[in-house]
């Protein structure tokens, strides 16, 4: 008998065993979690779910949504964007603690496990000054992600009941980090920093030492109209002893008298003199200071960070960048600079960073962009100048960028002047915005060198289009002039053009259309003339346009019997841009938040005339 039931024990046992399983991992997970501080909340979850992982997917904070969709069309669309990397689906073992009035970081901070992967600090309201030293996080060598976030008045409460703020909050609710505080997190991959001040060594900013810098070997032939190969940082000489090494030397600023400084802004600048936060942190790929008052930084903040992928400095005073800043972090994909005091850009800056693919220096002080402004960039694809008050960009600036394919400029602040060849050299460029553009006549020489553009979007001042002003972006598919205060266009404007989709001139000063203005564009679907001062069209207008939507509402119309030949059923259509929101932003931060847009075609009747 035991001889018979025995090929049948193994398979009984393993069927028990797979029973267990989920009882036995739910027990480890609570276990884990019974050995949770009371000040914090201790659980496994997918990385997905960390506030940080947002900007591992787009590279910015920035959450500015495109006027311009990415698809154009009639039906209802929807974008799915809510699918998760391979990376978001790991599972860490998580802690959330919260710094409260009376809670010492360090018995806090040492009832966490050791084997914590993500530690997310938020300090409260009432926890007055909180300062992090090396010690509080020193056993915590599987620490992965680390996410340090102070209280902040103005963004701490997002319904309508906003906290007073006392004398006594502005002063004392600061959380602080000391210059080595990091130093023993040799394992750290992902670094969140949002409003808290960062220390570094006083005494030391005014007296920098002698660095050196080996470089490797690199080629010194550069192409401004091909693509780019990566270079290393070598660069090899001869000379009377053979072949040797340049190398790159910081030298120490002259001691001198200087500018008299109020004690104020002197004890400021030395509370953040000589910071090296991210020192030994080699394993760093990720780092985000956002509004941490962070005024200058230098090549020795990031040298090292080889492994760095990911550098986000925003909303910080930064007034300058030092020449060859980024030196230590050759391999970083994307640098946001956005939201600074950053007052001119010069091609040393940013020297070194041949794998960049997306920069964002937005929200800025630059006044003007030159070929001397950007070092090249052979893999940078998106470029964001917006919001600064750049009022020219001469010839040949972007000649070095030839891999970039989104670029976005202008803004608000000042009027923008764009002059011949502005955008020569961007030969892989599909899609441009220029905002607050100032261009008395649109015309062919304004847009050489792009010659694979896409997307167009240009606002501010044209005061007319001239014949054939987009016959050197022949591959244009989306062009919207709104809100130009275009008062002319001529006939063979948009000669060429014959795979254009999308057309938006509303809200311009258009009096009247001459005829067989669209005769080459077969392939235009959606074409907006709202908000204009039409008052006829040109004989068989709508018949000649194979659009399937035409909005032609706000123009002062005049009643014909020409209008029998429009066509309700094209120019009577709205679309609409809606949005489903799955969360509530004030409750999570936003990091379980999923946005899905959509396009809605509705019908609207009855029109004005």
């Not at 470089?215 to 070598?234: A, G, H, W």
């Not at 550098?311 to 005073?317: D, K, P, Y």
């Not at 959509?598 to 009747?605: G, L, N, W």
């Amino acid at each position: 008998m035991w001889h018979q039931d025995m090929p049948g024990r193994p398979i009984s046992l393993l069927f028990l065993f797979f029973l267990k399983l989920p009882f036995l991992v739910i027990c480890r997970e609570e276990q884990w979690s019974h050995q949770c501080p009371p000040a914090c909340t201790c659980h496994e979850s997918p990385f997905s779910e960390l506030p940080l992982y947002r900007f591992l997917q787009d590279g910015t904070s920035n959450n500015d949504i495109p006027e311009v969709p990415s698809h154009f069309n009639n039906d209802v669309m929807y974008e799915d964007n809510g699918q998760t990397s391979e990376k978001g689906k790991a599972v860490l073992k998580m802690a959330m603690c919260v710094f409260q009035f009376s809670t010492e970081p360090l018995s806090l901070l040492s009832m966490l496990s050791s084997d914590v992967q993500a530690l997310t600090i938020l300090q409260a309201r009432d926890s007055g000054e909180i300062i992090l030293e090396a010690e509080h996080m020193s056993h915590l060598q599987q620490l992965q992600v680390l996410e340090i976030h102070g209280f902040h008045h103005e963004v701490s409460n997002y319904s309508q009941n906003e906290l007073p703020v006392t004398s006594a909050d502005s002063k004392q609710s600061k959380l602080v980090l000391r210059n080595d505080a990091l130093h023993p997190l040799s394992s750290l991959k992902y670094l969140n920093l949002q409003h808290i001040k960062l220390l570094g060594y006083p005494g030391q900013g005014n007296h920098a030492s002698l660095a050196v810098v080996p470089l490797e070997p690199v080629s010194n032939d550069i192409s401004v109209n091909s693509y780019i190969q990566p270079t290393s940082k070598k660069v090899k000489h001869k000379g009377q002893h053979g072949i040797g090494m340049h190398r790159l030397v910081f030298l120490p600023p002259i001691d001198g008298d200087g500018d008299i400084l109020p004690y104020k802004v002197y004890a400021e600048q030395q509370e953040q003199a000589a910071i090296s936060t991210f020192t030994g942190l080699t394993n760093l790929e990720f780092v985000r200071v956002f509004e941490c008052g962070l005024r200058e930084i230098n090549w020795e903040m990031f040298d090292g960070l080889y492994n760095l992928r990911y550098l986000l400095l925003e909303r910080n005073h930064l007034l300058f960048i030092p020449d060859f800043a980024f030196l230590g972090a050759p391999n970083l994909h994307t640098l946001s600079l956005a939201h600074n005091h950053l007052l001119s850009l010069q091609s040393t800056s940013l020297a070194g960073l041949f794998e960049l693919e997306k920069l964002d220096l937005s929200h800025n002080n630059f006044s003007h962009l030159s070929e001397l402004s950007l070092p090249p960039f052979p893999k940078l694809c998106i470029a964001d100048f917006r919001h600064n008050p750049i009022e020219s960009v001469f010839a040949s600036t972007f000649e070095i960028m030839n891999a970039t394919s989104i670029l976005y400029i202008g803004g608000k602040e000042s009027p923008l002047s764009i002059q011949p060849n502005s955008f020569f050299g961007l030969i892989n460029l599909k899609e441009l915005t220029i905002l607050n553009a100032d261009i008395p006549m649109l015309d062919r020489e304004l847009l050489r060198g792009m010659p694979k553009l896409k997307e167009l979007k240009i606002t501010g001042n044209i005061e007319g289009l001239s014949f054939d002003a987009f016959l050197e972006v022949p591959k244009l598919e989306n062009l919207v002039l709104h809100q130009c205060n275009i008062h002319s266009i001529s006939m063979d404007a948009f000669y060429g053009l014959y795979g254009l989709l999308y057309l938006d001139l509303s809200d311009n000063l258009l009096e009247s259309l001459p005829p067989g203005l669209f005769d080459q564009q077969f392939s235009l679907r959606e074409l907006l003339l709202q908000n204009n001062k039409l008052n006829r069209l040109p004989p068989g207008f709508l018949s000649n346009i194979p659009a399937k939507m035409v909005r032609l509402d706000g123009n002062p119309w005049h009643c014909t019997c020409a209008m029998k030949d429009w066509q309700p059923a094209v120019i009577n259509k709205i679309k609409q841009k809606g949005q489903f929101n799955f969360c509530q932003f004030r409750y999570d931060k936003g990091s379980m938040c999923n946005y899905t847009l959509f396009f809605r075609t509705t019908m609207h009747i009855t029109i004005k005339i």
